[in-house]
């Protein structure tokens, strides 16, 4: 992706490349408008559009309008109970209260409101807020608190539960802390230069548990689910918004003495990259290889 969103049909060389490394991701022609990047059917639905040209994008056939392309306003109306119908996998599982209960229902809104604002959007204010070394460590930091608190409320819900989510059941809290904290080893905590800890390194026991968890579901993890490691790795390091914001912001936080390319190695060999996917483990490194002086240069004092 770049300054003009995703594509649908390649216009450039490295798109072109991006394709050959993945064709198993290529769509079809986008077919309300013909748009070949994403740009260019936001501007189709509305010509006046100023805004940036992000996914998801939920787009109204009837109407022929944007109704949203902020991802937590979709989550919640993707786990509707209206929509269960159109669910094939995990049907049992109700991610959003029922209505009836309004306490439970007040709770888990504001739950998700406070993760979105601290959790999902915590490292994207870190890399491309304000670049000052100090802001940076500011935001580290309270990017890290909200993960401790949502560690505590884990771990007091794990006394008397053998699976804890936040709320004591699966909720779409949990999915929300899931996908940063699934990202956060091998993408965010290098590319987006914050180090500290690890969710696999022992500090946040319950989210990492919380982590294997939901990846155990049905549709999850494996050749046909929905998160795969080596794409996850692949796409922070081969995008050049990402790889623009890094270079203009020369800051990190605080890491132990290892340098950072040689604990992002051992990371990344705890995943079982490419083994069935199209991109092998030594295409993946090979992609990283461009970062390592960068990330050997994180400051560890």
């Known amino acids: ?39 260019e059917l936001y501007k189709a639905i ?16 009837k109407c022929s309008c944007i109704a949203s ?31 009836a209960d309004v306490t439970e229902t007040e709770v888990h809104d504001q739950l998700l409101s406070e993760l979105n604002s601290t959790v999902t959007a915590g490292p994207y204010e870190v890399i491309f807020g304000d670049a000052t070394q100090e802001k940076h460590e500011k935001r580290s930091k309270l990017f890290f608190d909200a993960l401790d608190k949502y560690e505590k409320l884990l771990r007091i819900q794990s006394v008397d ?29 290098w590319r987006f230069n914050i180090g500290g800890d690890s969710i696999q390194g022992g500090r946040f026991p319950c989210i990492s548990a919380l982590v294997t968890e939901l990846q155990a579901w049905d549709g999850v993890s494996g050749r046909d689910g929905a998160v795969h490691m080596d794409d996850i790795i692949t796409a922070f390091y081969i995008s050049t918004k990402l790889a623009d914001a890094v270079a203009a912001r020369p800051f990190c936080s605080p890491l132990p003495p290892r340098s950072g390319w040689q604990r992002l190695e051992s990371e990344i060999g705890n995943y079982q990259l490419g083994q069935s996917r199209t991109l092998s483990r030594k295409t993946t490194r090979e992609s990283l290889s461009s970062s390592e002086p960068r990330l050997k240069g994180l400051r560890t004092s």
């Open 1 to 39: 992706s770049g300054p003009n969103g995703w594509f649908f049909e390649p216009q450039s060389d490295w798109e072109e490349q991006a394709v050959k490394n993945y064709p198993e991701a290529v769509s079809d022609q986008e077919p309300h408008y013909g748009s070949k990047r994403l740009c």
């Open 69 to 99: 392309n902020a991802s937590l306003s979709i989550a919640k109306a993707l786990c509707s109970p209206h929509l269960k119908g159109f669910r094939s996998k995990n049907t049992e599982i109700e991610l959003l209260p029922s209505s």
């Open 161 to 189: 539960m053998p699976s804890a989510y936040l709320m004591g059941q699966p909720r779409l809290a949990d999915i929300v802390l899931f996908n940063t904290a699934v990202r956060w080893d091998v993408g965010y905590r």
């Open 46 to 61: 509305e010509p006046g559009y100023s805004g940036p040209f992000s996914l998801p994008l939920l787009y109204d056939r």
